[in-house]
């Protein structure tokens, strides 16, 4: 056992924690461990930013990457990430912006071994080889997006909450319209 102790297959053990990067690939077969505590810029994950009524935004990130130990081969994937997201408000198609704050507590591992994982840890299984680390953040914030984001205070929605609001109205009402047809042919 003691060779392995300074082995170089296993650069983490006696090092510091290690800065990781969005880049960063986690692949459970690399025993990755380190720590991310950036102010992540939303333009740098796209598929996010194109959810976004505006890219121009940074979301916080504290998170920590570590080996799990278990019969399986995983990485655990700890911390959070928090910001203040605009999205399209669903009442006024205006911006409105979503405090979001996503509490990560996963367990990274090759699909299939879901149920060998340690209890506590949400699986993310890997479908397709490995995960950059920004790919999985950027999966866990579209997770996280309310569907039908809307203005809390009604008032704070724009002018065209009324005219979207009454158009709703008369599609509902066309909507019954076949309906009472049918109806009228069963008298
Ligand atoms: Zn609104």
Known sequence: MEHTFDSPRNPGYHSPIMPL???DLLSPDVPVQGELHVGVPVAELPRLAAALTDSDVELEADISVRPLAG???????????????PLRCQRCLETVRIEIEQALNLAVAVAGNE???????????????????????????LLSLPLAPVH????????????????????????????AVLKDLKR
């Open 115 to 141: 149920e060998q994982l340690p209890a506590g840890f949400e699986p993310w299984p890997l479908v397709a080889g490995p995960v950059s680390l920004g790919q999985l953040l950027e999966d866990e914030l």
């Open 152 to 179: 809390e205070d009604a008032q704070a929605c724009g002018p065209l909450a009324d005219t979207l609001s009454s158009m709703q109205q008369e599609t509902t009402e066309q909507a019954e319209n076949p309906f």
């Open 21 to 23: 990067a969005l880049t």
């Open 71 to 85: 019969p399986v081969a995983a990485l655990a994937v700890e911390g959070r990430i928090a910001g203040a997201l």
